[in-house]
């Protein structure tokens, strides 16, 4: 009667673990699609214009996903190798997420994508929300500079229209309408009328995702047709009086992929050439950065939610702007640090500091998100550690030795898990190997399935579960499928304690998520897979006994 009812519990078990690990599932997946910044309704307030532009217009090339070890290769981009022998460059370093929808927007904003308010991973057009915070095009508007973008269409929607005075969009992301979108740029820089031009180039992200990333031959030739698309733009340039930016929003990884917080996907090349622009290497900066030096050389304002620095020493500006600049840009980054204190904690706490720089900008911010998320952390922490607890106190209170074969085999499961995952397919552990939702949820439940189910057969073989009858057998897998989702618990438990039941008003951590959802997804297939397996073993306990 015991064992009976000892198996009900386990299968009541493992429908629980179904049930509660697909809401909490889409609920993180959920979240992630609908956050948006805690200053969406609270943005700073723009300041006025620096001064006197450094140069006639800028001409800012965004080429979608190119990698840092491409952009380097003089043999594949040339021309953008001209343009860096003869201007300044840097390595950009960026945050995840990690996706070109919040790269644009903190490229254009100057915010961090917590705060930037663009969408945390890449919507559809149709669901795209055109971002909140002050933008370098806004800026630009307000400042009476004649704008223009030509790109990828996600650009129509995340940016101000209003602000954008000349315009091409194409759903297009391949080779054809890179070309539809240089011809419809090329009389804008020929004619003189517009300032600021960003021209968007996307196939090298294309080859990235559609053509086996960059270690397929394919993605170093659409580089190459960047480059030439490069040199076509850079000709109608003079750069004598025009400034030119080349860079990209992100990597990829080497099979293709980016969104996560993989080292690759977090830098990318920046080269800027012509008028304002001091020659040199410049190492590293970040990609908040960008907003604010490109205000810097057009004279316009910062936008209002920069959390960057200006890299003057990048600039040759008006000696005006560059006295003004230190403090300009201090004010600036207390009024972003004082609108988020009141937007998480209800209140504006005043900074007494007379010249603040990004870097202590930043650590305020972070500062008073730790002042929020801290006793949050504890709270579930506590919670996460005490419902770990249950199941082991149950197992040291009535530990057998078979329970060694059980979690035993709950470790083969995850290292065929692994094996595969990792070393046959190549795959990160990251949003930069998932290609969408259900991508990641049918190649890591149907691989975990397939792991366990080469466990269980070695587990119930090994301890003769099989010679036992079938009610024991039965018994003794739904066991072992228990022991493997503990496992797989522990991890959703430390995810659960560090992030949250799902996402709210800050990002998460990006790897302990990835990884904590992924023990979720593979939870949930486990106990489908031990339903099903412990039937297969009552009923061949069964029949082994009858024999």
Known sequence: MKKNLGLIAGVLACLGVIVIGYFWAFAIIGSLYDFRSPLKDSAPKPL???GSPATQRLIFILVDGLRMDTAENKK???NLAALRERGASATIHSEPPSYSEPAYTTLLTGARP???????????YETIYTFSQDDLFSSAHRAG??????GYYWFEKLVPQGTVDSSFYTPGEDDAADQAVT???LPWIKDGNEQLILIHLDQVDYAGHHEGGAKDPRWNEAAARVDEMIGQIAKGIDLSKDTVLVLSDHGHIMNGGHGGQDADVLVQPLVLAGKG???GTYGDVNQTDIAPTLAAL?????????QGQARVEMLDLPRETREKLPQYISDQLKGVAEAY?????????????NLLDSQQARGLVDEFRMQKLAPERTLRSIGAFLLALIPLFFIIRYWRKIFLWYIGGAFLTLFIFNLRYAWIDGRTYSLSSVTGEMDMILYSGLTAAFAFAISWLAVMLATRSFTSGGTQAASRSILFTLFTIYILAIVALVNFGINGWKVTWTLPDFLIQYLGLMAIIIAIFTAASGLALTGIAAFTGWLVGKR
């Not at 504006?348 to 500091?353: G, M």
Request: negative net charge.
């Open 298 to 306: 057009l004279g316009v304002a910062i936008p209002a939610s920069s």
């Open 48 to 50: 006025q214009p620096l």
């Open 341 to 353: 204190s009141q937007a998480i904690l209800g209140s504006v706490i005043s900074i007494d500091n």
């Open 145 to 150: 500079l004649k704008t223009a973008i030509a």
């Open 277 to 279: 622009i001091i020659p």
């Open 183 to 185: 011809a419809a740029a």
């Open 114 to 124: 917590d705060i930037s308010d663009g969408p945390p991973v890449n919507l559809e």
């Open 76 to 78: 594949v981009m040339p």
